[in-house]
């Protein structure tokens, strides 16, 4: 199926057209320049940019791919989760869209999307990457911090989850205690590989005795603000580098020990990565480094579709759900800024229906 897909889920305004896995076109145009000043996303700032620039964005999504206007199959779109008067700029898009060129709607959540990147694939289909259900997904961004049990299409459970911030968050909250600008992830990555991705301070590790697979990131971003207080700004500046690397590597720890514990509950040791905490350097070496030790297999996105929000993953995702014929009413879909997972998906009446245990 080739489905057009939209995402304005934050601060990247994004179209792409797909081709069951392979992607046609993808176009991204990022607001992190203007989000800059002010230390994080700014909705309305957010709102008016994916307006100003979703037409082009479209235009150049087809142009692209070398297609007419609506020669598609079914249209995509995020519906959540994220910022709601950003993904509600998408979601009247592809309504639009949907009627003008009378084709079905499709409502993704950006959470699958992630967990569909790792299988993007160029218009030549590379990488050949295959299905090997079950898998293990550690979804790790900006606003989330899940652990997924990936069953089959369409079958999930979420397993563990952040109980306060998540991981993606907590650097960037560390990089503006820093001093630093939006968005700080990158920042506090890169004083890490000047420091030698050292662990000198040594920060707690959140639930750490805890037979648990949820996440914690609160107390360390408390235990970062008093190591900061202790110090003068002189002492402060001599140990930046120090600092953001012993950070990062108690805010990476948790993820792979929960990744480790996952594990040994479940059995899966299918590992994928998703989400733009997952193009972190460190992050890849150390479950790397995870994965040979405990005889996993880890995998991540391809470059180009994780280091930035996109429709290429939501267009992926759309297209096993077109397939399926799961078809949003066009009346009814509204914007779900915390949407989650879907706990079942119910499949038409002459398809299997795949279930998840309560959460």
Not at 39 to 57: C, F, L, T, W, Y
Not at 66 to 83: E, I, M, N, R, S
Not at 103 to 131: A, C, D, T, W
Not at 133 to 139: D, K
């Amino acid at each position: 199926m080739r489905v057009f897909a939209i995402d304005t889920s934050c601060d990247e305004t994004s179209a792409a057209i797909v081709d069951g896995r392979r992607v046609l076109s993808s176009v991204i145009y990022s607001q992190a320049l203007l989000h800059e000043k002010w230390g994080g996303v700014m909705p309305s700032v957010a709102k008016r940019a994916h307006s100003e620039r979703i037409d082009s964005v479209v235009e150049r999504a087809f142009r692209k791919a070398k297609l007419a206007f609506g020669d598609v199959d079914a249209v995509a779109v995020t519906q959540g989760p994220g910022l709601a008067i950003a993904l509600e700029v998408g979601i009247a898009k592809a309504k639009e869209l949907s009627a003008f060129w009378g084709k079905p709607l499709v409502s993704v959540n950006h959470m699958e999307g992630h967990i569909y990147s790792n299988f993007v694939q160029n218009s030549k289909g590379n990488p050949p990457r295959e299905f090997v259900f079950p898998y293990l997904v550690l979804l790790v961004s900006g606003g989330h911090t899940e652990l997924v049990l990936f069953r089959d299409h369409l079958d999930y459970e979420v397993i563990g989850r952040t109980v306060d911030d998540a991981a993606g968050e907590a650097l960037d909250k560390a990089s503006k205690m820093l001093g630093f600008s939006y968005p700080g992830g990158p920042v506090i990555e890169r004083l890490a590989e000047e420091a030698g991705n050292t662990d000198e301070y040594r920060f707690p590790r959140p639930l750490a005795n805890r037979d648990t697979l949820n996440f914690s990131y609160s107390g360390l971003k408390t235990a970062f603000l008093y190591k900061l207080r202790e110090l003068d700004d002189t002492a402060r500046a001599k140990a930046m580098r120090s600092l953001a690397s012993s950070y990062q590597e108690a805010v990476f720890a948790t993820l792979v020990s929960r990744t480790r514990l996952a594990v040994k509950k479940t059995g899966v040791a299918n590992i994928l990565l998703g989400g733009g905490v997952s193009v972190n350097r460190r992050l890849r070496v150390l479950f790397r480094r995870a994965a040979a030790e405990q005889g996993w297999t880890v995998q991540f996105p391809p470059f180009k579709y994780l280091n930035f929000d996109n429709a290429a993953m939501i267009g992926v995702m759309g297209c096993y759900k077109a397939e399926r014929g799961l078809f949003a009413d066009p009346a009814a879909i509204d914007r779900k800024p915390r949407m989650s997972l879907p706990a079942f998906i119910t499949m038409p009446s002459d398809m299997k229906i795949m279930k998840q245990r309560d959460l």
